[in-house]
Structures are given as C-alpha cells and as structure tokens.
C-alpha cells in the first residue's frame, strides 16, 4: 500500500519496510522526524530516522520520501534500476509502491543532502558543472544505447510519453495561440504551423522506425534535476526525478537542458564544445557506430522537439513563470541552429 500522508510515516512502518528490503537485520526504528519539502510536482520529505542501540550501524539515518500520484517512477525503480549493473548516478531506493486503487505512489529515497547540494534555481550551471551534468547522462545513455531491452520489455513499459506530448501540443496549439495573442508573432506561429505540419523530420522517423541508436532518456534533464557532489573527489553526480524517463534520441535530454533553458549568449560559447563533450564521453563508454555529425544532426533535431514542451505545459495549466522563458529560450535556439533547414517538406 502507498504512503499517502505524512501522519502515515510512523517508526513502526519504517521498522517494517527497511527489514523487508534487508536493509535493517537487528534492532528498530524508534522515532522518526518528519521535515516536509516544498517542490513544484510532489510532495516530499526528510525524514530523521533514530534507531534502538542494538540496531546496526549501517542502517539508513536519513531518507527522502516522495508522494505522488504518478506511476512512471515506482516502475524505473522496480525495473529499470535493478536491470543495470552499476547504479551510482541514481538514488538507491528503499520502497517504491504503486496503489492502483488509490492512484497514488511513494518512493523511499536515500538523503544524500550532507554530500550534494542542487543547482541555483533560474541560474545555469557554469560550463565545467554542465559538463558534469552531460557526462553523468552520457554515463546513463551509454549503458542503455541499443539495448535489447529497450526495444521489448523496458520499451514496453516505457509507453507512449513522447507521442502523448506531441498529441497534447497539436490540439491545444488553436488554444495556445489565442492566449498568446499579439506576444507571438505572425513569424513565430508560422514555424509551429509547418512544425505541426512536417514533424517528425525523416531523419527521426527513419531512426526510430530501424530501432537503431536509440536509448533510455530522463525525459525532464534540467540543470535542478541534478544534484553536484559538494566534494568531486569522493563523490559523483546524482540524477533525479525519473518520472517522465521514456526511450529516445540521446540528444533530447541534451538540447532539453541547454537548448531550452539557456540564453543565446552563454549557449553560444559552451553549447556546441559542450555537446562534443557529451560526445567524445559516449563513444570512450562503447557506443559504436554514431558519429560526430549524427550526434550534432540529432541534437538541432532535438532543439526543434523543444518547441513542443511550452504548449504542453500550457495546456496542463503550467506555471508561465517556467515555460515563458522556455518558449523564448526554444524560438531563439530553433533560429540560432538553422533548425528550418532540417523540417523539409
């Protein structure tokens, strides 16, 4: 049964769930101290855990817990997760529950807040913390790229996140652009009008079509998603909130995190070295068969995709503090990547 309310998270339940994941073999949880979070899409918690004295030392003292109402990540965490053989950019989990009746989920994360902090929000990264950041998820894409997996089972259960967002931002474009009124132009509405019209490029369609160089992505890779080690020598980059994780072409949580979220100037100087970055990691990781210019071609695809996000956010009554800039940021990029040369009729 899923956590629903704090009040539910009691020493007694936590005794519970820890020995059953093996994690507590003697001794008990004898309190809790429950400190709850405020974040834009869940609700979340730190929890202070303290133990019997005769409780081993191992035994996790702070753990994060996040509800919801959202499946996505109670499934990576229960099949995907366990499917890779090394784990260290994601958080271990302790429990993750679905309740279909309830329609709501609870995932016991591990509290690495003494070793991490996140990035400032509404800032980006400086160059070097952002080519942590992509070579955390070159780490992640690598094991994943072409993987049997993903093209039966992981596939399967991964669904149809992209095509639902797409769906979503083509039926309520009419809507979108009567909103926006006179703030978008005559110009900016034509490009979604032939976006609408000629997505997804043949390239894209040719790609997946062969099932070939295509992998696992975040599907939501912003800089604040992310959490840096405080010391880089004795600790590595985390990722966070799995919950829209879905496959894809590597490079959409690229131009996802710099396309979208970065003005021209900054982008300008850091984003293509940045991307060759990202690159050079993939191929040292074992990918075969990509190239340079299929990973730069990928990635003005992927800047194009952007523009899909701000109508969808929208239309799920999004707070426009978030994706106005990012409707902005996505246009610029779109111009600046000579993106039109790769929409062809």
Excluded at 119 to 131: A, D, K, N, V
């Amino acid at each position: 049964m899923a956590i629903t309310d704090f009040e539910q998270v009691t020493a007694e339940w936590l005794t519970e769930v820890l020995r059953r994941g093996g994690f507590l073999q003697q001794g008990t949880v004898v309190s809790v101290e429950v400190t709850p979070q405020k974040t834009n899409t869940a609700t979340v918690a730190n929890l202070k855990l303290t133990y019997s004295e005769d409780a081993q030392t191992r035994a996790p003292r702070a753990l994060f817990l996040k509800l919801s109402d959202f499946r996505r990540e109670v499934d990576f965490y229960r099949t995907v997760v366990p499917a890779m053989e090394s784990t260290p950019l994601i958080l271990a989990c302790y429990d993750a529950e679905w309740d279909e009746d309830a329609g709501a989920s609870h995932l016991l994360l591990e509290d690495v807040s003494a070793t991490h902090m996140t990035s400032e929000m509404t800032l980006p990264p400086s160059t070097p913390r952002y080519e942590q950041l992509t070579h955390a998820l070159a780490q992640f894409h690598a094991f994943w790229w072409d993987h049997p997996r993903i093209y039966g089972d992981v596939g399967a259960l991964a669904g149809d996140v992209h095509d639902t967002t797409i769906a979503r931002a083509r039926e309520s474009f009419p809507g979108f652009v009567d909103f926006m009124g006179d703030r978008m132009s005559d110009q900016r509405g034509a490009v979604y009008e032939r976006l609408f019209a000629l997505w997804p490029p043949r390239h894209f369609r040719e790609r997946m079509a062969q099932n070939k160089g295509l992998t696992l992505i975040h599907g939501d890779a912003h800089a604040w998603n992310f959490l840096y080690p405080r010391d880089p020598e004795a600790h590595r980059v985390r990722i966070l909130d799995w919950a829209l994780w879905q496959i894809g072409p590597a490079t959409n949580d690229l131009a996802y995190m710099i396309a979208m979220h970065d003005f021209p100037d900054y982008r300008s100087r850091m984003e293509r070295p940045l991307v060759r970055s990202y690159y050079d990691r993939l191929v040292k990781l074992g990918v075969e068969g990509y190239s340079w210019d299929d990973c730069w071609l990928d990635y003005r695809l992927s800047a194009i995709h952007n523009l899909f996000f701000p109508v969808y956010h929208w239309s799920v009554k999004g707070d426009p503090a978030l994706w106005w800039p990012n409707f902005e940021r996505a246009m610029l990029a779109y111009y600046d990547l000579r993106c039109e040369d790769l929409l062809e009729d």
